[in-house]
């Protein structure tokens, strides 16, 4: 049973939802179901759940008058054995992409404000098979991500003790134990090689099998994969397909990770293939760092819609798209050239993906600097360099020197924590899951 940082997001929700429902959104196999039936069965009575996938004709219930009473009284005739009691009874609907009318009933519901309802789906049928906007002001959202590397620490029997004395190292720009240090870097790395979809964790937990680890994250891809045939339009299925599939060669195997259509096929163009990023975009498939021309806040307003590098939302699914070797590469350390970096990269991304962050990048071919990722924090303006071992850093030294308005940098190496005068704080790799 893996334990969800978004358990006790669903907890903070109840206690201060005001008159809202709770919309849980996310990718495919992310855990939505699994989190918020979880949640529901111990800090409920009763649950009634339909998801509209599996029961389509529940959308019945939905199909006349929207008010509460209506809805309830529906219920109850569809469920006899549920009482639907305001004071027990959480009600949970699941893929509610699939009845736009109970997408609507949000409403309804947020505003009668007896029942505490919740409403789960993929981002890919929210947003193109039926489409219907939820009622603004009367909802509430979270997004569901795959475990992030504190969570895999969890699942692994990391107690929250331990990972807290790690924390403090952090937080007191200390040098880890050597020990530590080296046994938290090669969680990092089964990290890194099994990624963060619940399913594929699990079977590493239960077997400590990377081939049985890999037909796992195969098969979740290949599901990816019939998402993006069943949802896209018919223009889009197989250009978004294609785009999908060479991310891999895009950020892995090449020493420059912007994304480039001629890797799709030869002679490509954003004219034909710019849309299907977009797709998989605002269908959760992949996330962008686009290139920003200047290092100021707000970075948005610097960024570049024509210029980005793509990454998949979870590192499983990254795998999956390689050789079965690369995987007892990354745990063994014996990673080399373009793929290390790249594969890092990836990590580290995933990381601030996974907290919430928007990232960007910067490159200036004529002065040589690059920058491989900024985000924004309380307002401030954050560099990230990574590296795969312990190179210098020319272009965030220069950077933070040349610039006033940036206060600090990160720097993740496969070494230890370290900081420097002019604001660059070294961490380990693993510690991108801990800023």
Not at 354 to 381: A, H, N, P
């Amino acid at each position: 049973m893996l334990r969800r940082k978004m358990y006790e997001q669903l907890k903070h929700w109840k206690e201060h939802k005001d008159k809202k429902c709770l919309v849980v959104q996310g990718a495919r196999q992310t855990g939505k179901t699994y989190i918020i039936e979880k949640y529901a069965e111990e800090n409920y009575e009763e649950v009634l759940e339909i998801n509209f996938k599996e029961m389509p004709s529940a959308s019945e219930i939905f199909s006349g008058d929207l008010t509460v009473d209506n809805m309830v009284m529906g219920l109850r005739f569809r469920f006899p054995d549920k009482q639907v009691d305001p004071s027990k009874t959480l009600i949970f609907l699941d893929e509610i992409q699939e009845c736009k009318e109970a997408i609507t009933s949000l409403k309804f519901w947020a505003v009668d404000n007896r029942y505490d309802v919740i409403a789960s789906g993929s981002l890919l049928g929210i947003d193109y098979k039926r489409a219907s906007s939820y009622p603004v002001g009367y909802v509430d959202y979270l997004k569901m991500y795959g475990l992030d590397f504190e969570e895999f620490l969890w699942a692994l029997g990391i107690s929250d003790a331990m990972i807290i004395d790690v924390k403090n190292y952090l937080k007191n720009r200390k040098p880890v134990p050597v020990a530590i240090n080296n046994q938290m870097m090669d969680y990092f790395r089964q990290y890194v090689a099994t990624g963060g979809m619940p399913e594929v964790v699990q079977k590493y937990i239960d077997t400590r099998d990377y081939r049985q680890v890999d037909t796992v994250q195969r098969s979740l891809l290949q599901g990816y994969l019939y998402d993006i045939a069943h949802y896209a339009s018919v223009e889009e299925k197989l250009k978004a397909e294609k785009c999908y599939m060479t991310l891999a060669k895009q950020i892995l195997d090449k020493e420059n990770h912007k994304f480039q259509y001629k890797e799709i096929e030869k002679g490509a163009r954003a004219q034909k293939y710019y849309s299907s990023i977009e797709w998989l975009l605002k269908a959760d498939i992949v996330c962008l760092s686009k290139l920003v021309t200047d290092i100021k806040f707000d970075l948005d307003d610097y960024a570049r819609d024509d210029f980005f590098r793509a990454y998949t939302t979870d590192l499983s699914l990254l795998i999956a798209m390689k050789d079965f070797s690369l995987k007892q590469h990354i745990v063994e350390n014996t990673i080399e050239g373009n793929t290390k970096g790249g594969i890092y990269e990836c990590a580290i991304a995933d990381a601030l993906y996974k907290k919430g962050y928007d990232i960007y990048f910067y490159k200036k071919e004529s002065t040589k600097k690059e920058i491989d990722m900024i985000f924004q924090k309380e307002g401030q303006v954050v560099p990230v360099e990574v590296k795969g071992g312990r190179a210098s850093s020319a272009s965030i030294n220069s950077v933070l020197n040349k610039h006033d308005n940036i206060q600090y940098a990160y720097k993740f190496i496969d070494g230890n924590v370290g900081e420097s005068d002019n604001g660059l704080i070294t961490l380990p790799l693993y510690m991108s899951a801990f800023i």
